[in-house]
C-alpha cells in the first residue's frame, strides 16, 4: 500500500502513531497532489485538512510505501488516528482515498486521508499548501498526540 502524508504523519512528527509509523513505512519521496489544504485548530495543537481537487493548487507531502510487514491492525491504527470509520462515514472527520500524487519518478496513485466533515469557523486555508511551512511562518503548534487529525 502506497500513502500520501501532508501533515502531522510525515516524518519528523513526534505524536505516537506518526512515531509507530517508522516501523511500517520506507522512507518515502516528496510528493505534491492537489486539493485546498486547510490547518484546523485542537487543544493538543494544529493538524492539517486536504480538500482533494484536481484544478486546486498544490499540497505537498510525502508518498511512502507500506512494508510487508504493514498490517491490518496497522491500518485500523491509522484509521482510527484518522477518525475513520469505513462503517460510518458520515460520523468521519477523514475518508481514506485513493488519489493522484506527483513525484520526481511521476504520478503514482496513493492513498491519502481526506477531509470529510465541515470545516471549523477557525478554520485556516494554507495558501502555500505546506503544513509544517505554515505552522513555522505563524509560529503555531503541530498537533502532538492521538486522535483525530493526522495525516
Given amino acids: 500500500m ?9 516524518p519528523g512528527g513526534c505524536n505516537p502513531i506518526a512515531l509507530r509509523l517508522q516501523n511500517w513505512l520506507d522512507r518515502g519521496a516528496a510528493a505534491t497532489t492537489r ?32 512494508s510487508a510487514g504493514f498490517t ?3 491500518l485500523a491504527a491509522l484509521d482510527a488516528y484518522e477518525n475513520f470509520d469505513p462503517a460510518n462515514l458520515a460520523g468521519s472527520d477523514y475518508v481514506r482515498r485513493p488519489i ?23 478554520a485556516r486555508p494554507i495558501r502555500g499548501g505546506d503544513f509544517r511551512a505554515f505552522l513555522a511562518e505563524q509560529g503555531l503548534p503541530e498537533y502532538r498526540e492521538t486522535g483525530a487529525g493526522g495525516t
Fill in 2 to 10: 502506497r500513502f500520501f502524508f501532508y501533515g502531522t504523519l510525515m
Fill in 35 to 66: 486539493g485546498w489544504l486547510y490547518a484546523l485548530p485542537d487543544p493538543a495543537g494544529w493538524y492539517p485538512a486536504l480538500i482533494h481537487d484536481a484544478a486546486g493548487p498544490v499540497v505537498h507531502g510525502m508518498v511512502r510505501h507500506a
Fill in 72 to 74: 491490518p491492525a496497522d
Fill in 100 to 122: 493522484p500524487a506527483l513525484t520526481d519518478s511521476g504520478e503514482v496513485l496513493a492513498v491519502a486521508y481526506l477531509y470529510h466533515a465541515p470545516l471549523p469557523v477557525a
